[in-house]
Nanobody, 127 residues
Framework: EVQLQASGGGLVQAGGSLRLSCAASGFTFDDYDIGWFRQAPGKEREGVSCISDSSTYYTDTVKGRFTISSDSAKNTVYLQMNSLKPEDTAVYYC??????????????????????WGKGTQVTVSS
């Protein structure tokens, strides 16, 4: 059974940092791309970042502030979030899709491009 468990959310002041973790199980970790998505109240879910093999992708609003990384030994993907802003407040989800060389950034940052989803973790940034 595929499982994705996101953790690490919390309440932080603007300018602060958080590190989210996504622990994966039930599939061959290195065969999958894993992404982070977020959904703020009243807004659609949006792609934040994705790691695919050695490539990393970010939506424009987090470039230079967020860093995605993976640890194959722990089957875990991390999202280091620095210089947080109130507009980063959302529920953050991790998701996975089997690697395909034909998929690029635009595919991997779309919610409908993912096959498996974990439960979210709340990130709240106060001003």
């Amino acid at each position: 059974e595929v499982q994705l468990q996101a953790s690490g959310g919390g309440l932080v002041q603007a300018g602060g940092s958080l590190r989210l973790s996504c622990a994966a199980s039930g599939f061959t970790f290195d065969d999958y791309d894993i992404g982070w998505f977020r959904q703020a109240p009243g807004k659609e879910r949006e792609g934040v970042s994705c790691i695919s093999d050695s490539s990393t992708y970010y939506t424009d609003t987090v470039k230079g502030r967020f860093t995605i990384s993976s640890d194959s030994a722990k089957n875990t993907v991390y999202l280091q979030m620095n210089s947080l802003k109130p507009e980063d407040t959302a529920v953050y989800y991790c998701a996975a899709v089997q690697f395909s060389p034909s998929k690029g950034e635009s595919d991997l940052l779309r919610s409908d491009g993912m096959d498996y989803w974990g439960k979210g973790t709340q990130v709240t940034v106060s001003s």
